[in-house]
């Protein structure tokens, strides 16, 4: 059940737009920035991996993952999520499927792994072709990390999954909220824009100094976690930061897990509570 849905989903024209549109940004920002050398920062996040985007092809594809992840793969996985449900409801194909010998949990089950594979694809395909693209303008080589030598190549792929893997995971939150409004209603732009709003509100909400309490229980608040993978400071960086090494450990990739899972357990179980319940009329 789970490939026919799959299937249909990748051959959907949305879909597909919504693959080039990913491929093609890192593509375009390869040739922006052809000619631009490495920088040093004194900032510690994906900024700084940013900075150094031009120092190889798997500089370049962590560039992408930074700069996608915070906004345009957003929207492409509240899209997936959002239209998952609601989308067969506006086509009136939802009572149908339920006509199958398909139990309610197996079919909303369905769905949900489709959208996590979507997900994950999409997280695969910046990176991927960031990778290429970087490769091709830039040459192929270890990561520069922005503060210390060059990691091998073997390394630089390893830490390049576990990147891709993490940024999937972090947007679990807004997955599974955009999920739960596709099952609360039958119009998938509500559930989309749901989905992507939870994002904007959760940004601004982790701005506001007054709020700090909150913050370590916000989605997004642990995005871009996933770049200490790639910020090794030797003793000979202190300088940039006035004497002091700040804290590099992955311990905030480790906090965002959880906070991730505790979304996810409850957005995805009240949708399943709702979907047991819900009258399907379309």
Not at 154 to 167: F, I, Q
Request: hydrophobic share 55%.
């Amino acid at each position: 059940m789970i490939a026919v849905e799959l299937a249909r989903q990748v051959r959907r024209r949305r879909t597909l737009m919504c693959f080039v549109f990913l491929v093609g940004l890192p593509l375009i920002a390869a040739l922006a920035n052809r000619s631009r050398s490495p920088e040093r920062t004194a900032e510690i996040g994906t900024r700084a991996l940013f900075e150094v985007s031009t120092a190889s092809g798997i500089n370049h594809a962590l560039a992408a993952l930074a700069f996608m992840s915070a906004f345009f793969l957003v929207i492409v996985v509240s899209f997936f999520a959002g239209d998952s449900v609601s989308g067969e409801a506006t086509w009136g194909t939802l009572r149908y499927l339920l006509i199958r010998p398909v139990s309610r949990g197996r079919l909303l089950a369905s769905k949900l792994a489709v959208v996590l594979v979507l997900a994950l694809a999409a997280t695969v395909a910046i990176a991927a072709s960031g990778l290429v693209s970087g490769t091709i303008a830039f040459g192929w080589g270890g990561v520069a990390t922005p503060f210390g030598p060059t990691m091998s190549v073997g390394e630089s792929l390893l830490r390049l999954g576990l990147a891709v893997l993490a940024v999937t995971w972090s947007l679990a939150g807004v997955i599974s909220f955009a999920f739960l409004l596709s099952v609360v209603t039958d119009s998938p732009a509500a559930a989309i824009t749901g989905g992507f709003g939870l994002m904007i509100v959760s940004t601004i909400l982790d701005g506001l100094s007054s709020l700090d309490y909150l913050h370590p229980g916000l989605p997004t608040h642990y995005w871009g976690a996933w770049s200490r993978l790639f910020l090794e400071l030797p003793a000979s960086a202190a300088p940039i930061f006035g004497g002091s090494l700040p804290d590099t450990s992955l311990r905030p990739m480790a906090q965002d897990a959880i906070v991730q899972l505790v979304y996810a357990v409850v957005f995805v179980g009240a949708a399943a509570w709702w979907f047991r319940r819900k009258d399907i009329l379309s």
